[in-house]
C-alpha cells in the first residue's frame, strides 16, 4: 500500500530505519489497518478525538515534574495517539532476550553480594564493582526470597539503522514509566476502541496484579494476605503519581519514612487502628535515602533500623539495597560476558558499543571523537548529565570534555545509533512527521518471570531529536503487541 491521503502526503522517514513504513514507502503488513483506519477519520473527526485524550489525560492528573524550569515542574504526560505496533514473531524474540538478561543479572547481583567468583575470575574488573558507589557492603551475605536482588526491571531497548533491536541501558533499581505504560492503554482503549479490537492487541492491565502477586510472594511471613506498601519519597519526586497509581490499582498503602517505624526488629506502619506489621516494601527511594542509621544519616526520608530489619530476614525489599551495581553504565558494558559467565549462552539482545573512559585506549578515542559520540556519566539518568555529539557546538564539547579528563572512570560514551523512527502527529503542521523512539518493557521477577506484552514507548518530540526522556521534551505511545502476525 503506497502513502495515500492527507496525513501522510509528505511522511519521509529520511534514511531511518521506520517502523512503519519500507525503504520503498510502502506501509509494512502489521501497520495497514491502523493508517487507514487514522485516514479514515478525516480531520475533524482526528482533532476531535485527539482534544478527548488531553481531557482524559488532565482529568486524571497524569503528570510528571522537569526540575529546573522557569516554565513550572508539573506537566501533563505529552502523549502520541499513532501506536507502535510489534508482531508477535518480534515480541517473541524480545522475550527471550530479556528474560535472558535479566536472569544473568539477579546471578550477578548474588555472586557480588556472596561468594564474588565472577571476580576472582577476572571476568570484570573488580573495581568495578568494589568501588561502584552503588556497591552495598552493608548487605553482603544477605539471603534473600528466590535469590532474586533486582524484582522489577526496566530494559531500555532501541532499534538501529538497520532495524536490529539492542539494548541501550538496564535500570535495576526504581524503573519509573509503567503507570504511564497503563495510562496509555486506557486512554487509547476509550478514545480509538475500534482499532484495539480489529488488532486483537495483547492485554497489559494485569500488570498491577502480576506486581502485587510477585511482592507478595517475597513475605517472610506465611500468612495469607502479607502487607504490601508503596514507600514513596513524597510529592515532591518526579514519580509521585506513579507511586499514587500503582498503589490504588494494587489496593496497597502509599506510605512516606515518617510513616513506619523499627520496633523489636520488624516494621511497622502507623494506622487510625494503630500499629501494623509490614512484610513487603516497593521502595522508590533511593539506597541513600532508606535508613539514616545505615547510609546518610541526614535523610529525612526514610526509616530508621530498616536495613538491620531487612538483614535479619523480617521485611523484604523491592528491589533491594544494592542492585544500582547492576545498572551502572560501565557495568553494562560488560553485561554481554555476565550472560556468558553465568548462563554459558550468548547474549539474544545485544549491547550498543560502549567506550569507557576508566581505559585507557577508550579514553583517547573519547577525547578525539566527541563529535560523534553520546557520552554519558556512568551513574546519570533522565537524560542530564550527558553530551550528543551532533547536538553541540565546540565549546560545549571542549567544557564537557574537561569534566571527562578530571574523572574519566566517571564517563562512558556510545556512538550515536540512527535510532528507528515513527510516525507522530505534529499540531502546527497538521500531518504525520517521523521521530525518533525506544521502548522499555517492564520485567516482573519472583519465583517466575513475567513480561506484560509491550511496555512504554518513548518518543522524542523536538524535531530530529534523539532524546526521549520526558524530562528533555519526550513523550510516549501505546505500544501494542499481536496476539498473531
Known sequence: MAIRGAFFKDYDSQNFFDETFSPDQKVKTHYQKILEMFESYGETEFQRRRA????????????????????????????????????????????????????????????????????????????????????????????????????????????????????????????????????????????????????????????????????????????????????????????????????????????????????????????????????????????????????????????????????????????????GVADDKATYAYVPKIIKYYLNEEAILPNVQTFLGGEKDDLEYILTHASDLVIKEVGGAGGYGMLVGTESNKGQRETYLENVRSNPSNYIAQPIIKLSRHPTYYPDSEQFEPCHIDLRPYILVGETMTIVPGGLTRVALRRGSLVVNSSQGGGSKDTWVLEED
Not at 489525560?57 to 516554565?71: A, C, E, L, M, S
Open 52 to 323: 478527548l485524550v488531553d481531557l482524559m489525560f488532565r482529568n486524571q492528573g497524569i503528570t510528571f515534574t522537569v526540575y529546573g524550569d522557569d516554565k513550572g515542574t508539573e506537566r501533563t504526560f505529552p502523549f502520541d495517539p499513532v501506536p507502535r505496533i510489534i508482531s508477535a514473531k518480534e515480541w517473541a524474540h524480545l522475550e527471550r532476550g530479556l528474560k535472558q538478561r535479566v536472569k544473568a543479572l539477579n546471578l550477578f547481583l548474588k555472586d557480588i553480594y556472596s561468594q564474588q567468583e565472577i571476580l576472582k575470575d577476572e571476568i570484570i574488573p573488580s573495581s568495578l564493582v568494589l568501588s561502584n558507589p552503588n556497591f552495598r557492603r552493608q548487605v553482603h551475605g544477605v539471603e534473600l526470597p528466590h535469590n532474586v536482588y533486582t524484582h522489577i526491571v526496566g530494559c531500555d531497548l532501541i532499534r538501529d539503522g538497520e532495524g536490529t533491536y539492542r539494548v541501550l541501558e538496564d535500570n535495576c533499581r526504581t524503573p519509573s514509566g509503567v503507570s504511564y505504560m497503563l495510562a496509555n492503554r486506557d486512554v487509547m482503549a476509550r478514545c480509538f476502541p475500534k482499532m484495539m479490537s480489529e488488532e486483537r492487541v495483547r492485554p497489559i492491565r494485569h500488570y498491577p496484579i502480576e506486581l502485587l502477586e510477585m511482592l507478595r510472594s517475597l513475605s517472610p511471613r506465611d500468612v495469607p494476605n502479607p502487607t504490601v506498601v508503596v514507600l514513596t519519597p513524597g510529592q515532591y519526586n518526579s514519580a509521585y503519581f506513579e507511586h499514587i497509581y500503582l498503589a490504588q490499582q494494587m489496593g496497597v498503602e502509599v506510605v512516606e519514612g515518617r510513616d513506619l517505624f523499627v520496633d523489636e526488629g520488624r516494621v511497622w506502619m502507623r494506622t487510625t487502628r494503630g500499629k501494623q506489621q509490614v512484610d513487603v516494601i516497593y521502595r522508590r527511594i533511593d539506597d541513600d535515602f532508606l535508613d539514616p542509621v545505615t547510609f546518610r544519616p541526614d535523610s529525612a526520608l526514610g526509616v530508621p533500623g530498616l536495613v538491620g530489619a531487612y538483614r535479619d530476614g523480617r521485611v523484604a525489599l523491592a528491589n533491594a539495597v544494592g542492585t
